[in-house]
């Protein structure tokens, strides 16, 4: 399906409720398989949190996890330890180039049989579950941050817990001090020192509810439909907390040099555009912290005629497509000048931007959401525009519902 977007004005003041967390839920849906007594509320609509619980009820001897990083990641750990068990998991074509090879080494160093099925390095995979008595594993910690969050949420399983020992600039950090900080929630303990993280054993937890904060990076694209309207336009979003534990949620303060404010009240953000931003302002930024907002913060530049200079960026090549390739393409269609490296993007200043361009979308659900605010400024055809349900399957109703204009 295609949705072809035309040029549209935002109402002056909107709410939008957003579903849950993918990241928060697709954590706690695992503790949940590992301590039936805690309850989750806003559990995340998304398709990659259905494929988690989907995965977690399964008796199938395979699994697919389609475009699930996080699901392909966190259950590979949850079945080396489902003794006796034997599954294999696999996913879509892009999930058999994301590499898991970290991941499935330090389940190795710990005891559990993995293999793969077809490339090495890459799912599918087959596992054998066991009882893990073994405690410590080093790990290489520049690739992606999900391998540690994997090992972590099973570690209050294992025997004698967990002694993790990360090798090299840490990426993503925040994504692991959630991890941390929802297994503290349910009353693990752990410690985070230099580069070594402990998790101590524990067999059972009281009866505990789990309220999960929405999303934060869905909530990117609303930062950036707000930076793209008129001041005065504001919009609301439930249901968020003033201390998130979600890297996304710097979206506050990165989006005030975008002119963009924000107001925490009664569990909701109120987004407002408070000023026009100088078109001689550069936006440098180091997104090694929250790579998801990348594209939209790129997006946002172009579409504001400003330019930026993006750093921090080499997990991206290795998520649901290149994403600075795929970036670089599409600005390029509309008109705009990208140059990228493995790691940094740097976009120089358009004056004007193509209309009717058909944007790729690369099975990548943060490029259909990242270049849906453009209508605010053009005509604009987004392709495969259902890939939003990866992480936000309304996308579509919200925008129309707060003034977007579009035929499919
Ligand atoms: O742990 C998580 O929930 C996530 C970690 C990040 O991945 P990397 O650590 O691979 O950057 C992020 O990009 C992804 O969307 C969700
Ligand atoms: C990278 C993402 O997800 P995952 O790695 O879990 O597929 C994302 O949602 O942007």
Redesign the pocket.
């Known amino acids: 399906m295609n949705i072809h977007l035309q040029k549209s004005i935002l109402a002056k003041q909107s709410a939008i409720q957003i579903t849950g967390s993918?990241s928060e839920s697709n954590r706690l849906l695992l503790l949940q398989a590992l301590f039936p007594n805690l309850q989750l509320e806003n559990v995340s609509n998304s398709d990659?949190s259905k494929v988690m619980q989907k995965a977690l009820t399964s008796l199938e001897n395979v699994i697919d996890i389609h475009?699930?990083?996080?699901a392909m990641r966190f259950l590979t750990a949850y079945f080396s330890i489902q003794n006796n068990r034997e599954v294999i998991l696999t996913g879509s074509s892009r999930m058999q180039e994301r590499p898991i090879a970290i991941l499935v080494e330090a389940l190795t160093q710990l005891g559990v049989e993995i293999s793969y099925e077809e490339e090495v390095g890459y799912p599918p995979i087959k596992i054998k579950g066991k009882q893990i008595t073994k405690n410590k594993v080093t790990l290489k910690a520049n690739v992606s941050s999900?391998y540690i969050s994997a090992l972590l949420l099973i570690a209050p399983k294992l025997e004698n817990g967990l002694e993790l020992t990360l090798d090299g600039e840490i990426t993503s950090i925040p994504y692991i001090n959630m991890t941390l900080a929802l297994l503290n929630e349910i009353g693990v303990e752990t410690s985070f020192k230099n580069n070594v993280i402990t998790v101590k054993p524990k067999a059972s937890i009281q009866a505990n509810k789990g309220l999960i904060e929405s999303d934060w990076?869905s909530a990117s694209y609303y930062y950036s439909i707000i930076a793209m309207s008129p001041v005065g336009t504001q919009t609301t979003l439930a249901s968020y907390k003033e201390n998130s534990l979600q890297g996304d949620a710097s979206l506050a303060e990165i989006y005030k040099q975008f002119g963009v404010e924000t107001t925490f009240k009664d569990n909701k953000i109120t987004l407002q555009k408070s000023a026009d931003i100088n078109a001689q302002t550069v936006i440098s930024l180091d997104l090694k912290n929250s790579p998801?907002i990348a594209q939209t913060i790129a997006v946002t530049c172009f579409g504001l005629g400003i330019a930026c200079d993006l750093k921090g960026l080499h997990t991206l090549k290795i998520?649901?497509t290149d994403r600075l390739v795929a970036l670089k393409t599409e600005i390029e269609k509309l008109g705009g000048a990208v140059s990228i490296t493995d790691k940094t993007l740097e976009l120089q200043v358009a004056n004007s931007i193509n209309k009717d361009i058909k944007i790729a979308t690369y099975q990548d659900?943060?490029m259909a959401m990242a270049f849906a605010p453009l209508a605010l400024k053009t005509s604009i055809i987004i392709e495969e525009a259902d890939v939003v349900s990866?992480?936000y399957p309304t996308f579509w109703k919200d925008l129309k519902a707060i003034g977007f204009k579009f035929s499919e």
């Open positions: 993918k990659d475009h699930a990083g996080t999900q990076s998801d998520k649901e659900h943060r990866k992480s």
